[in-house]
Structure formats: structure tokens, C-alpha cells
């Protein structure tokens, strides 16, 4: 069993920057960030694949959102800038079990953080 903690939301004005930090307590597969906005699907934002070597981005947040390992740390970070007040949702962090499955797919995770929530004022 893998806990997620996360830190890091807030409230921020249109233009401003956070970065969000996800500490895993065991191994971790592949990480991910999601979000979740108030009556709307928890959607895709960001994830690395440490057996691609690679990351992914969601097209409304490729070039101001960017995702980073502190493996020493067990720790993911997603440093988001440029926000706008679209981005305001409860972000979420979650890894896999094993390798395996599409990294920017919510079912390909078995565990999640708690959440949160990031409010961007316009």
C-alpha cells in the first residue's frame, strides 16, 4: 500500500505560480497529477514515466505546467505558472502498483492523494 501526501494549493491570482508537491510513502510506478473542477470529470494534467523516460502534458497546460522527480525525496513536484482561472480545480497525485497502462489515464492508477486545491482569481 502506497500513501500519497500533497502540498502546495492555494490561492493565487490569474498569472501567479504554485507548485505542488506529491511525497509517496513506498515504490512508486509512474506518477501523475489530475484535477477535478466543481461538476466536471477529474481530467489529466501532467505525468512521468520513469520506465518511458518520458512526460506528458495536457494541451491546455503544455508550456506552463511543468512535472519533476526528487527521487531522493520520493517526491513529485508540478510546478504550474502563467495559471488562469480555468485552472482552478482540487489536483490530485497517484502512481500505479506496476509498470503498465497509459500514463495519462486515471484507470492506469491505483493510488491516490487526498487532494488539493488550487483557486486561480481572475
Known amino acids: 500500500q502506497v500513501q500519497l501526501l500533497e502540498s502546495g494549493g492555494g490561492l493565487v491570482q490569474a498569472g501567479g505560480s504554485l507548485r505542488l508537491s506529491c511525497t509517496a510513502s513506498?515504490?512508486?510506478?509512474?506518477m501523475g497529477w489530475f484535477r477535478q473542477a466543481p461538476g466536471k470529470e477529474r481530467e489529466f494534467v501532467a505525468a512521468v514515466s520513469w520506465s518511458a523516460g518520458s512526460t506528458y502534458y495536457a494541451d491546455s497546460v503544455k508550456g506552463r505546467f511543468t512535472i519533476s522527480t526528487d527521487n531522493a525525496k520520493n517526491t513529485v513536484y508540478l510546478q504550474m505558472n502563467s495559471l488562469k482561472p480555468e485552472d482552478t480545480a482540487v489536483y490530485y497525485c497517484?502512481?500505479?502498483?506496476?509498470?503498465?497502462?497509459?500514463?495519462?489515464?486515471?484507470?492506469?492508477?491505483?493510488?491516490w492523494g487526498q487532494g488539493t486545491q488550487v483557486t486561480v482569481s481572475s
Open positions: 513506498g515504490r512508486t510506478f509512474d
Open positions: 497517484a502512481t500505479k502498483q506496476s509498470y503498465g497502462g497509459s500514463p495519462i489515464s486515471s484507470f492506469s492508477y491505483h493510488y
